[in-house]
Each structure stands twice: as C-alpha cells, then as structure tokens.
C-alpha cells in the first residue's frame, strides 16, 4: 500500500463495536473515511461499512486470532479505540474477589492485551494513534460501582504512563471519559453475588441512583464524536471528560475539602446517616 492510499484510507480498531459508544465510534469512523474492523465477544453481522470480528479481550489466544486476521486484510492500523469494558454493580463486601478479578480483566487487562498486540505495528511505522475508552468513576468511589471505578482509575493510570513511554516513537495514546450517557452497560454488567442485611438499604438507593441515572444518560454519539475529533487532532491531550458531568466533576473532586464531598456524595445516593460518635476511638 502506498503512502497516499494510506492517507486516504486510514486503518482503524474498535473494541466493543456491537453497541454503545463503541458501535457510534465504528460507525463514525467508517462515514469519515476509515477502513474499521469493530469487535464483538459473539459473531455479529458487518454493520455501516464496519468489517465486525470476534474477540474476548480476556483471552490472549482471541486477542491474537483476532489481529491475526486484519493483519491478512490490511498491513497496518493508524488508529485503536479501547472501548471493550464491563460494569460492576456491587457494594465491595458484597462482591468476591473472583467477581472484581473480571472487572479488572475486562477493564484494564483487556486494554492492554489489545494494545500490545497493535503496538508492535505502531512502533514499526513510527506513528499511530491509541484512545482509551475511560470512565468520570475513575475520579469518584461511587457507592455500589467500587471495583468498577477502582478499574477505570488504574485504567487512567495506566494510560498516562503509556502515553510517555511511547510519545518518542509517534505514537499518541489519549483518555477519554464519558460521563452518564445511555449505552446499555447494566445489561451485561458483573453483579455482586452476595447480599449481607447491614447494606440493605444502602445498597437499593445507589441502586435506584445509578439505574436512574443511566435511563436517563445522554446519546453516545456525542463520546463517539469526540473520539472522531481526538484521531484528527496534531497533538492530543491525554485526558478528555465526555458529558455535562465532566465539566465540573473533576474540579468539584480536587477543589472541595473531603468532608463537604462526602456528604454531598452520600446525600446524593440517598445514604442512611450514621452516628459519628461510634466512629470515634474511646479514651
């Protein structure tokens, strides 16, 4: 391929293209001109110009058949979306280890058995681009989401140090967080198997918060929007906030003294109140 029909046709790799964020993302990308090869943990049929194959990107032998296999339709990728990820909804004692183990598999893990497999590639050509499908949880414990937010923050963590290791060899890597928008992610979402009676309660109003909050969320075009605009730009941040709640979330978590935040949080899930006298050491 020549290096005008490459500027022509870039190459790209969307994680988690069968709905979602993901799906608007592949979608986007092939209208504006990208060869796009979207995954699916199931076989799921080509979708608006999107070529759509199988991967688990808890499996290194899906991870690898799967590259394998645009690497016998195109000889290079200029860009990679890590969208794959998964929803936790579990308070943490309620949640086995086994349980937030596949979190971190799916969220973090999974991120990086994709990254490493379209690295090598990336590095040869001296460029490419790499955007990280994040989440505003990475910036706030959000009761009953704890594994889930503890996963996109080393998600957050993970990128950063990414982006600095790989920025001499052309390769920019970005993150983006949405917000609240509506993708369907309870649907599929790791649930804590376990229900202890001190949580009851406590656990139905963060429940009732966080399904209300989604059924409510914004249209996912918007993240797949932005994403679109962070492939084209010369040189991209490393983080980018999707949503209303990404303008004032960030800087409410790092301006406002812990206390105030947590009772603003607590209040917000609906939390019974506890008795600050118990929590007290006694003398």
């Not at 709905?19 to 796009?36: C, K, P």
Request: charged fraction near 25%.
């Amino acid at each position: 391929m020549t290096t005008t029909e490459q500027r022509v046709a870039p190459t790209a790799l969307v994680t988690g293209a069968s709905s979602g964020i993901g799906r608007e993302t592949a979608r986007l990308l092939a209208a504006r001109g990208y060869r796009v090869f979207g995954t699916s943990r199931r076989d799921h049929p080509d979708d608006h110009g999107v070529t759509m194959l199988r991967l688990d990107v808890c499996s290194e032998e899906s991870v690898a058949a799967c590259l394998d296999e645009i690497y016998t339709r195109t000889d290079h990728l200029d860009l990679l979306v890590n969208n794959a990820g998964v929803m936790h909804e579990g308070f943490a004692e309620e949640t086995t280890l086994e349980e937030a183990a596949r979190v971190f598999d799916t969220n973090l893990f999974g991120v990086a058995r994709v990254t490493n497999a379209v690295l090598p590639g990336m590095r040869a050509m001296r460029r490419g681009r790499i955007v990280n499908v994040g989440s505003l949880a990475a910036w706030v414990g959000e009761p009953g989401e704890s594994y889930y937010a503890a996963s996109k923050a080393a998600l957050a963590r993970y990128t950063e140090a990414l982006r600095h290791e790989v920025w001499h060899l052309g390769i920019c890597v970005s993150l983006v967080e949405p917000g609240v928008f509506a993708t369907g992610v309870l649907d599929v979402a790791i649930t804590a198997s376990r229900r202890i009676p001190d949580y009851d309660g406590a656990r139905e109003a963060s429940h009732d918060v966080l399904h209300q909050s989604l059924q409510r969320g914004a249209d996912p075009r918007k993240v797949a929007e932005l994403i679109v605009r962070i492939a084209h730009e010369r040189s991209p941040k490393l983080r980018y906030g999707a949503g209303r709640d990404s303008r004032w979330l960030p800087h409410l978590r790092t301006l406002v003294p812990q206390r105030a935040f947590d009772y603003l949080l607590r209040r917000s899930f609906g939390l019974p109140k506890g008795n600050r006298d118990k929590n007290r050491p006694e003398t």
